[in-house]
């Protein structure tokens, strides 16, 4: 069964850095892209950037309102993916999900997401 | 970037309805449309793929048509564990994009 736990989340100034964590569990970890995607509150769905399975070299992509401020990355030898948010901003506020699949058409698994709040 | 728009925003709807959801690609998507439901305070759940392949363990009262720029949702006879937050999707490009959701409501 595949499983994914985001962790990390929390309370954070504006212009200081969060990074999430999303571990996962029940299939091949290193083959599989893993996004992230964002919601904020009472709002849609906003997909933040994701990185590329082995296969196409874990590269990644970010949608241009985080590209030069977050980060994802991966952990083959832990099966976790990164989240590493720098410069936040107050419109950063946003339940995070990661999520995977086993093809890059569609987000198939999903996490439970973590709340992230950035405040003073 | 693509844009998707759905329509309407909301719904009502009764047990036992049929229910279409649209979504509009701002350019032609082919068939890389997909559809997600999600419930108050839980996370998405995949659907519909490809614009018309039912996802493993959905209920065949789901279906999804349409190539191009336009595509349906349609639930045939609406339940009562149906009454959630529908969004479509574009994987044609690189960069993903969500439209702003359905919401379906009593």
């Known amino acids: 069964e595949v499983q994914l736990v985001e962790s990390g989340g929390g309370l954070v100034q504006p212009g200081r850095s969060l990074r999430l964590s999303c571990t996962t569990s029940g299939f091949s970890f290193g083959d599989y892209p893993m996004s992230w995607i964002r919601q904020a509150p009472g709002k849609g769905l906003e997909w933040v950037g994701f990185i590329r399975g082995k296969a196409y070299g874990g590269t990644t992509d970010y949608a241009a309102s985080v590209k030069g401020r977050f980060t994802i990355s991966r952990d083959e030898s832990k099966n976790i993916a990164y989240l590493q948010m720098n410069s936040l901003k107050t419109e950063d506020t946003a339940v995070y999900y990661c999520?995977?699949?086993?093809?890059?058409?569609?987000?198939?698994?999903w996490g439970q997401g973590a709340l992230v709040t950035v405040s003073s | 970037d693509i844009q998707m728009t759905q329509s309407p925003s909301s719904l009502s709807a009764s047990v036992g309805d049929r229910v279409t959801i649209t979504c509009r690609a701002s350019?032609?998507?082919?068939?890389?449309l997909n559809w997600y439901q999600q419930k108050p305070g839980k996370a998405p759940k995949l659907l519909i793929y490809a614009a018309s392949t039912l996802q493993s363990g959905v209920p065949s009262r789901f279906s999804g048509s349409g190539s191009g720029t336009d595509f349906t949702l349609t639930i045939s006879s609406l339940q009562p564990e149906d009454f959630a937050t529908y969004y479509c999707q574009q994987s044609y490009i690189t960069l993903p994009s969500f439209g702003g959701g359905t919401k379906v409501e009593i």
């Open positions: 350019q032609t998507i082919t068939k890389y």
């Open positions: 999520t995977t699949s086993d093809n890059y058409i569609c987000f198939q698994y």
